[in-house]
């Protein structure tokens, strides 16, 4: 199993634009195949140094987690998201 998580810093970090983003990302459940959970959650103390949303996504295989990179559905929620990011961090790992 393969625990992909990734940190979204927003240009915008009004509690509006982080529910619209988060929205966006959740909006990926169930439309592909790959993966086998989704959670997206959003920063609960708002710190200078916290990131604005977390997304950790569960696929069973490195092939799963290529295929899910590349779906029609993901490459449009990186395209909105890259519009409204500053910055984004990943790791990949086995668990």
């Known amino acids: ?3 992909h998580i990734v940190f979204f810093k927003l240009k915008n ?3 509006e634009s982080v529910a619209e983003a988060a929205d966006v990302l959740r909006s990926m459940d169930g439309k592909i195949e790959q993966l086998k959970s989704l959670e997206v959650g959003t920063d609960i103390l708002r710190s200078e140094r916290s ?3 977390a ?3 569960t696929v069973d295989t490195l092939d799963d987690l290529q295929a899910y990179q590349v779906h029609p559905v993901h490459r449009e929620i990186i395209e909105y ?3 409204v ?4 961090y990943a ?3 086995e668990a």
């Open 1 to 3: 199993m393969i625990k």
């Open 13 to 15: 970090r009004s509690a």
């Open 51 to 53: 990131y604005d949303i």
């Open 55 to 57: 997304l950790t996504a």
């Open 81 to 83: 998201i890259n519009g």
């Open 85 to 88: 990011k500053e910055v984004s």
């Open 91 to 93: 790791v990949d790992y």
